[in-house]
């Protein structure tokens, strides 16, 4: 198995740019943040030496350098992360502990201040790798790798939680629009079922979700 790796990367709008290399070697994160001065990196499992371990790691990158962070209160790894910015930002479900076995998704979530973490309202269902997008008052989530392949698709407020239009396609792990807004989200690819080949379906949601070639 590739142990975690540290390199990162910038995107410039046409092309990718090496950046300092990450200080926590680690996959399965979650991250948030407004631009390219403002990121996270949230939670993740690391290497301990004879397999993976998870982490409630945090680290800003502000455009030059990493620093650490005020870490999660609960460890975590295959969790979603909102847009957000430097405080507002939010880290949705995951597994509590690696290598993330099935029975043990949670449903936790908790939100940034800039400063500290503070558990927010719980998401409706236990579920890992989901896709999220937008702030904390104004994020939509969706999808998830359940054996059968999670469509539902949930708008948070800040405070609660609500049912809206499902996914076409059921399926975890897809490509996001981290940015977004409640009334535009598009997610691409993923695992329609654990253990499965990844998929190629794209969907766009508009107030309605609706596939898109």
């Known amino acids: ?82 847009s957000g910015t430097a405080t507002t930002g939010i880290v949705i479900g995951g597994h509590v502990r690696p290598p993330h076995p099935g029975s043990y998704a949670t449903d936790l979530v908790e939100e940034f201040n800039g400063t500290t973490w ?22 939509i989530a969706y999808g998830g790798p359940s054996s059968s392949p999670a469509t539902d698709c949930f708008q948070f407020d800040g405070t609660s939680w609500t049912t809206i239009g499902s996914l076409a396609t059921g399926r975890g792990a897809g490509g996001r629009s981290v940015g977004g807004t409640t009334s535009a989200q598009l997610i691409s690819g993923g695992t329609p079922n654990p253990g499965a080949s990844p998929g190629t379906q794209v969907e766009e949601y508009n107030l309605a979700d609706a596939a898109v070639t």
Request: hydrophobic share 30%.
């Open 1 to 82: 198995t590739p142990l975690p790796g540290t390199i990162a990367a910038e995107w410039g709008g046409s092309s990718w740019t090496t950046i300092t290399n990450e200080p926590i070697g680690r996959r399965y994160t979650a991250g948030f943040g407004a631009s390219g001065t403002s990121g996270y990196l949230a939670g993740g499992a690391t290497w301990a030496g004879a397999g993976l371990t998870k982490t409630g790691a945090l680290e800003s990158w502000n455009g030059t350098s990493w620093t650490s962070e005020n870490a999660m209160n609960d460890a975590r790894l295959l969790s979603s992360g909102g």
């Open 118 to 139: 503070t558990q927010g309202t719980v998401y409706p269902s236990a579920e890992s790798s989901i896709s999220s997008g937008g702030p904390q008052s104004a994020l």
